[in-house]
């Protein structure tokens, strides 16, 4: 700008070098303000969602933050998060990093067995098909939620007013709560029957296993997810060989 400004001024002279209309044209642009942005920790927004997420369903379905070695944690320390419902079904929800409420794997367990780890699988297949529709389910809500917070930060540059960071939908905070919200669907695993086929076990088509309907529909709205995961009644099931294909 300096170079193009004195390589102009010499273009200038019979115009009024010191006229102070032409230098005012030739003034740099004002850098742009960036707004200040009130962001709360890591760990805070990772605790605030298992408490709502806990409020939502009860006791039916127990949450807790655990670290690498398994074992319960404060927020700033956990590194996956543990659904347990008594002699149904536990599940893994492994953290891309201690604290942080961004959700990269989910597995699913039966209660009953001790090889438990948040990298590991299922040696009932029940739990693992679970586990498969679970990971169908994270990339769902992990592409929703970074789109919406992708829409958001669009909208707060128009904004002359900050907006904290907790208010807008954050990628991997909103898909954790939205997956966890879900995953707490499956606490009527064996006792809720089939929308479409009206039965409770159904054979695999793989494996001739006969297995309990296995898909719970994950493309919910955020506030059906809480319907789902707070009252039974309001759950649908599906047998994956009739599940519509749209759910999946």
């Not at 989910?106 to 438990?116: G, I, N």
Request: charged share 20%; proline share 6%; with cysteine.
């Amino acid at each position: 700008w300096a170079m193009a400004a004195a390589a102009f001024g010499k273009h200038i002279q019979g115009f009024g070098a010191n006229n102070p209309l032409v230098w005012n044209s030739l003034k740099q642009p004002a850098k742009r303000q960036r707004r200040a942005v009130v962001s709360e920790p890591a760990d805070a927004l990772l605790a605030e969602v298992v408490q709502r997420v806990q409020g939502v369903v009860g006791g039916g379905m127990k949450l807790q933050l655990r670290d690498g070695s398994e074992k319960v944690c404060s927020p700033g320390e956990a590194t996956e998060v543990w659904l347990t419902c008594e002699d149904v079904i536990t599940s893994i929800v492994s953290l891309s990093e201690p604290g942080h409420a961004d959700p990269v794997r989910v597995v699913a367990f039966a209660p009953s067995e001790t090889d438990v780890h948040a990298w590991g699988f299922s040696c009932y297949l029940v739990f693992r098909r679970v586990s498969a529709v679970a990971t169908r389910a994270l990339a769902y809500f992990s592409t929703r939620s970074r789109a919406a917070a992708a829409s958001a930060a669009c909208a707060n540059t128009t904004s002359e007013t900050p907006v904290p960071a907790s208010g807008a939908r954050h990628s991997g905070v909103h898909a954790l709560e939205d997956l966890l919200l879900w995953m707490s669907t499956y606490t009527d695993l064996f006792s809720n029957k089939c929308c479409i086929t009206g039965t409770l076990l159904a054979a695999d088509l793989t494996s001739q296993a006969l297995l309990p309907p296995l898909l719970r529909p994950y493309k919910l709205s955020p506030e059906e997810l809480r319907e789902a995961a707070k009252y039974p009644n309001k759950r649908r099931a599906y047998h994956l060989h009739v599940a519509p294909y749209t759910m999946l």
